[in-house]
């Protein structure tokens, strides 16, 4: 399974035409493109925005669960709008409408007498548009199946982008995390040496040699420094970043609803770089930290993006 972005866009059209006599469609007869057009942008949830003509309206209920059966998360709106063909011909009148409209006619003339009957212009207008608003659901609900299928595609290949930089990135920081593992005994060491030449010039300065025995004194000098030792030493760190760098692959490899899980791993990158940061004891450790938090923050910003 794919991982998707919430970016994308996608349009699309289905064409509705006029129906003559007989359900045939009349020469004459111009007909009506519907158009959908989709947008998306990141979100933490999914929050949909639908913009629909009148003559839609009814159609809200199905075109969100289509929406939300084929995206997850985003901000996502839909546009639909119908456009009617500029020809200039009128549409042949079958004769199911024009027996209806003559009974029409007919009643309301016994109610109204004085009522002016209707003029052929007026009788083939309301033709025309009984036989278009009869026949829009199913091209608008056609035209949103496919920028929905439009815009899932987008999504995917915006999301095989994001990951790839992320692999790119995760790459990064492994490097980083090896070059900093060779360091740390020495590290440890040379600040743990350092840590015992500070001890003895306090107590030569503090002349508490006199009055404690240098068995005790050197006993405690050695468990001060391991304690020293411990409170520097980042492997701890080094090994949960390797563990969050591998979860991070998996969720990638298998694709489909991983950005909030994503986002919750990156923060816990960023904690541990943070804590190797504030630990290190050596300039080359702190270099380091900071290419990691760089790298860390690159791939938050493209986490955002992930559905």
């Not at 998306?40 to 929406?67: H, K, Q, T």
């Not at 309301?126 to 009869?134: I, L, M, N, P």
């Amino acid at each position: 399974m794919s991982v998707y972005s919430m970016t994308g866009y996608a349009s699309a059209s289905a064409g509705a035409a006029r129906q003559g006599d007989g359900g045939v469609a009349g020469a004459s007869g111009a007909g009506v493109l519907v158009s959908a057009e989709l947008r998306s942008v990141n979100g933490r949830f999914l929050d949909l925005s639908l913009r629909l003509p009148d003559e839609f309206r009814a159609l809200e209920p199905a075109l969100r669960e289509m929406i939300a059966a084929a995206v997850k998360r985003g901000k996502i709106e839909l546009r639909i709008t119908g456009q009617r063909d500029s020809d200039t011909g009128l549409p042949a009148p079958g004769s199911e409408q024009l027996s209806r409209l003559l009974r029409i006619e007919g009643t309301v003339q016994s109610w109204l007498p004085k009522a002016a009957p209707l003029s052929v212009h007026e009788a083939l207008q309301w033709c025309r548009g009984g036989a278009t608003t009869e026949r829009l659901d199913e091209p608008a609900l056609q035209a949103a199946r496919d920028a929905v299928a439009g815009l899932r595609k987008a999504r995917g290949r915006e999301g095989e982008r994001l990951a790839a930089v992320l692999h790119e990135r995760i790459g990064h920081l492994r490097a980083l995390a090896g070059q900093a593992k060779p360091l740390l005994p020495t590290v440890v060491q040379r600040q743990q040496q350092r840590f015992l030449e500070r001890w003895q010039e306090a107590l030569q300065a503090s002349g508490a040699t006199q009055t404690v025995s240098a068995e005790a004194l050197q006993e405690r000098a050695l468990n001060e420094a391991a304690a020293f030792a411990i409170r520097i030493d980042v492997a701890e760190e080094l090994a949960r970043l390797a563990a969050h760098l591998d979860e991070i692959e998996r969720l990638l490899n298998k694709g489909g609803e991983v950005g909030k899980r994503l986002d919750f791993l990156i923060q816990e990158l960023q904690r541990e770089a943070n804590t190797l940061g504030s630990k290190s004891a050596a300039l080359e450790l702190t270099g380091i930290a900071v290419e990691m938090k760089v790298a860390i923050e690159q791939m938050r910003e493209q986490v955002q993006n992930i559905e």
